[in-house]
Nanobody, 125 residues
Framework: QVQLVESGGGLVQAGGSLRLSCAAS????????LGWFRQAPGKEREFVAT????????YYADSVKGRFTISRDNTKNTVYLQMNSLKPEDTAVYYC??????????????????WGQGTQVTVSS
């Protein structure tokens, strides 16, 4: 069992930056693949980024590639999402998720077993 708690959301102007954190409790954190998803009002939850158990393996949605960076610190049981050059269309509730199959880089929400409660990111124009 893994519990996930996101933090770091807020209001920022377009072009600004935010760093989201997701702290995990539970065993074997380093064995999990971790992902970030987001959901805007009236829209489906969408994939943002994922990082495998090996910190060198990452994958991003095209919409955030080059602007967002996912990273993890297994010593702190934490995954991060650094978001730069934010756009109004990045406004959403951001969720972190854990996949106990650490070998895959899942882009579908169904591939993740554990979810945080979400943190709101609002980008003003």
């Amino acid at each position: 069992q893994v519990q996930l708690v996101e933090s770091g959301g807020g209001l920022v102007q377009a072009g600004g930056s935010l760093r989201l954190s997701c702290a995990a409790s539970g065993r074997s954190f380093s064995a999990y693949a971790l992902g970030w998803f987001r959901q805007a009002p009236g829209k489906e939850r969408e994939f943002v980024a994922t990082i495998g158990w090996s910190v060198g393996r990452t994958y991003y949605a095209d919409s955030v590639k080059g602007r967002f960076t996912i990273s993890r610190d297994n010593t702190k049981n934490t995954v991060y999402l650094q978001m730069n050059s934010l756009k109004p269309e990045d406004t959403a509730v951001y969720y972190c998720a854990a996949d106990n199959s650490g070998l895959r880089l899942g882009i579908s929400a169904g591939e993740y077993e554990y979810w945080g409660q979400g943190t709101q990111v609002t980008v003003s124009s």
